[in-house]
């Protein structure tokens, strides 16, 4: 996939004026701060630094956008949410962008919803989670940093996450940024929603 950086967002009103600008649909990639939102999008575009990446949680604090495909669809990178130290206020900071972009989107078909593939979703995580169920949001489950583990492993850890998020293992798909792990089987996956929106659409 090829992508290109359309604008970074700081508030809702914005969003709603840039979005009036196409037509596609949206996809977007949640999850908590480092947990690698901005690896994975360069991993999917293969680009290094399309998006920012950093060591220091709390890097992405805005709405990205970026253009996939020459206007197939748009990918919006959402600010990492609950960083340990300020857990309560940095959730509430998330859930104010979060929120409202999920309220205003008329365009978002899937989120992708990144987790740690090594450690038990936390709180945050499962919150997310029990929010686009609730809302009727389809979404999959990333389980990032796969690198870290071995194959056996990760393996375990995937049905691990599932079963804590009380989800099907099949809706968990290890990724590597680092390696390219998994990013076929995510490819797929977007490739085959949007082919059913854009059958529906006609
Ligand atoms: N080993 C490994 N490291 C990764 C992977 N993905 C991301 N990282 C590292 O994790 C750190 C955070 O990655 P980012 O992509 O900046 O995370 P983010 O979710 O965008 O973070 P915020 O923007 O702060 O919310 C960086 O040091 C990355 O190099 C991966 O698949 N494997
Ligand atoms: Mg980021």
Not at 70 to 86: E, I, S
Not at 168 to 182: F, K, P, Q, R
Request: glycine letters at 6%.
């Amino acid at each position: 996939m090829t992508g290109i950086f359309i604008k970074s967002i700081a508030d809702l009103a914005t969003y709603e004026k840039e979005s009036a600008n196409y037509v596609c649909p949206e996809i977007c990639v949640a999850g908590r701060s480092n947990v690698g939102k901005s690896s994975f999008i360069n991993m999917l575009t293969c680009r290094k630094k399309l998006a920012k990446t950093s060591a220091t949680p709390g890097r992405t604090r805005l709405l990205n956008l970026f253009d996939i495909d020459g206007g197939r669809f748009v990918l919006v990178d959402l600010p990492g949410y609950g960083y340990a130290k300020a857990s309560k206020s940095e959730i509430e900071k998330w859930s104010r962008l979060t929120d409202g972009y999920f309220r205003a989107t008329q365009k978002l078909i899937h989120t992708l919803a990144l987790v740690d593939i090594r450690h038990e979703p936390s709180e945050a995580d499962k919150q997310m989670i029990n929010y686009l169920y609730e809302t009727g949001k389809p979404f999959t489950v990333v389980a990032t940093k796969a690198d870290k583990l071995s194959r056996a492993q990760a393996d375990r850890a995937k049905r691990a996450v599932a079963s804590a998020l009380r989800i099907g293992a099949d809706n968990v798909i290890a990724t590597s940024a680092l390696s390219g792990a998994g990013r076929e089987e995510i490819t797929d996956r977007i490739n085959a929603m949007l082919d059913a929106y854009y059958a529906d659409a006609r």
